[in-house]
């Protein structure tokens, strides 16, 4: 069976900047993949060049196996929200979706019961008559949700789909995604959230500086952080060597950090025993201030895989 | 069948429901929405109120005048003038038909769509010219309808002069549009620039040479000659032949230049449109 995406080595430039550089990943069908990476990372671009917005500069994309070149085949069955695009100001949405209707071959007498459809589905239908210039920003990008649906699309390639959005409305926005799923649609929905794609997602392309670094299922990547804890303890008296001793041989801690003499961090690569770890303070009758896990999982996972390190980049 | 068509094929029957239209079709799409997005704007109606101007003017004229209208109305102020002025702001203004595409950022809606460029080029210029031709062709309506009640005789060129300004407007129209294609903003002033200023400056520097060369009168006038086949000089030719001034050339010539004019700017804005990079 073809692939929903194929990029083969794709590189794109824009005169000495490389944005894309020989990434292949590949979306299946039925198959919800996240595009994630940190701002620049070249997500963009890459959704860009599926989309026929951009040419690659080498490399080659198919879309159910129609070379992107060909443009308007290769997006016959796709629905497409790319850059944040905005709807004719004037327009209603009913107006929108009429021309997309259209324009899509949707047949005539069909386009009304189309347009309804994908509004509800979006939660705008009470809002059809109304210019979509007045609407709010997450307003704005149901519509252009709803213009993706509209041909019932095997695929949707979305970049960032919740940007400028509120809690609320970033919610919304994932939960609409996720009711789509069904078997024969694949999506490619770019963002720089873990959550997000943790949410919506079943596998994840990781990219960085135009690279691949990772592409993968999402479970096998959060079960990563599940086995990898890091608390960090502000103590009320100085820490004692004898302690820190101990505290190296704790059950299950897989390394430790002296931040300054009161407070450390310790890693533990199993389930940690924050019970026992109290016990322990008590013990050395250093006295416990606060107990904290150091950032949330899904942040720090994050930072290991889009490497705000840069030591690769010396090389 | 290439690999392409088969996967093209597979891709439809495995899903089946709805079926590109074919290119012409969507053509006439892009033409819709382009018309809608005029009929939701001011220009259609200032325009049709502008050429409501030559009929209204007549009236209020004929009223004041103790004569009748004719004995102070030169004809090809009416028949040429008047339209070819009002015509100019659509041509000039399909200036922004492609670029407002861009700085709105609606291209981004339309051009992922399973259209290829070309269609959406052709159905926005099809509106463009719509715009400029019929805004034109209401102004000559409306002063010829004008002349017959007042009993204005119609000059003997009128229907060439009417043939030369639709040239002029399609050139200037073609080029406004051409720019539009390539630049986010400022096709506009550009156009306005070719149109205006450019012969201006031309003529200027011409006769800045005659003053310091000598270059007889007639090369001077020849070289002039052959600067007013450029189509932004089609308003001035079409009401010198009205006027019975007669010109240099056959007004074919002109018609073939403004022509060719016109093309060569829309496949200038088609070839650079479709290598743009969004
Ligand atoms: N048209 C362009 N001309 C020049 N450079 C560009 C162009 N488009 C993108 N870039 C550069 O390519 C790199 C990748 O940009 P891209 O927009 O793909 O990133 P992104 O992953 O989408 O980031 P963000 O999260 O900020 O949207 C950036 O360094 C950007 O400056
Ligand atoms: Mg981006």
Known sequence: ?315 | MTSNDAAAADAVTARGRYELPPQAGQVMSVYTLQMRLYAKSWTPYLLILLAALIPISMFILDILSDGPVSDILDPEIVFVLLPYMIALIPAVFAGRVLSSEFKNRTAYLTFPLPVTRTVFFIGKLMAAMTLSLSIMLLGFGLGIVMSDVYGIALPDDTAMALMLSLFGIFAITAMAYALSAVFKRGSVAATIAIVIVLPLVLEFILLIVYLVTNISEETLDGILDILHIMPVSVGNVALGMIAGNGSPFAPAAYMIAATAWGIAFILLGWFLMNRKEL
Not at chain 1, 11 to 25: P, Q, Y
Not at chain 1, 59 to 85: Q, Y
Not at chain 1, 125 to 140: A, C, H, I, Q, Y
């Open chain 1, 1 to 315: 069976m073809t692939n929903a995406i194929d990029v083969t080595s794709l590189t794109k430039s824009f005169g000495n900047l490389t944005a894309l550089s020989e990434v292949t990943m590949a979306v299946r069908k039925g198959e919800y993949m996240g595009l994630l990476g940190p701002n620049g990372a070249g997500k963009s671009t890459m959704l860009k060049v599926i989309t026929g917005m951009i040419m690659p500069t080498s490399g080659t994309v198919s879309v159910n196996g129609i070379d992107c070149r060909d443009h308007r085949r290769a997006m016959e069955t796709v629905g497409c929200v790319i850059e944040t695009p905005e709807c004719y100001p004037n327009f209603t949405p009913v107006e929108v979706l009429d021309y997309i209707g259209r324009i899509r071959g949707v047949p005539g007498n069909q386009i009304s019961a189309r347009t309804r459809e994908v509004l509800e589905e979006v939660r705008m239908w009470e809002w059809r008559n109304k210019p979509v210039g007045k609407f709010s920003k997450g307003m704005k990008q149901r519509v252009t949700l709803a213009q993706a649906l509209m041909p019932d699309p095997d695929i949707l390639i979305m970049d960032e789909p919740t940007s400028g959005l509120d809690p609320r409305g970033m919610m919304e926005v994932r939960e609409i995604l996720a009711g789509l799923k069904r078997s024969d649609r694949s999506l490619l929905v770019s963002t720089h959230m873990l959550n997000e794609v943790s949410e919506v997602c079943d596998s994840v392309t990781v990219i960085r500086k135009g690279k691949l670094v990772m592409s993968g299922n999402v479970r096998d990547l959060l079960r990563r952080t599940e086995k990898d804890v890091t608390l960090e303890v502000t103590l009320r008296r100085d820490m004692t060597d004898d302690f820190m001793k101990d505290l190296k041989e704790f059950e299950n801690v897989s390394g430790t950090e002296r931040i300054n003499n009161y407070t450390f961090s310790a890693s533990f690569a199993g389930p940690e025993d924050r019970e026992g770890l109290v016990e322990l303070v008590k013990k050395h009758g250093l006295g416990l201030l606060t107990l904290n896990q150091k950032g949330s999982d899904l942040e720090s996972l994050y930072m290991s895989l889009t490497g705000e390190d840069d030591t690769d980049d010396i090389k």
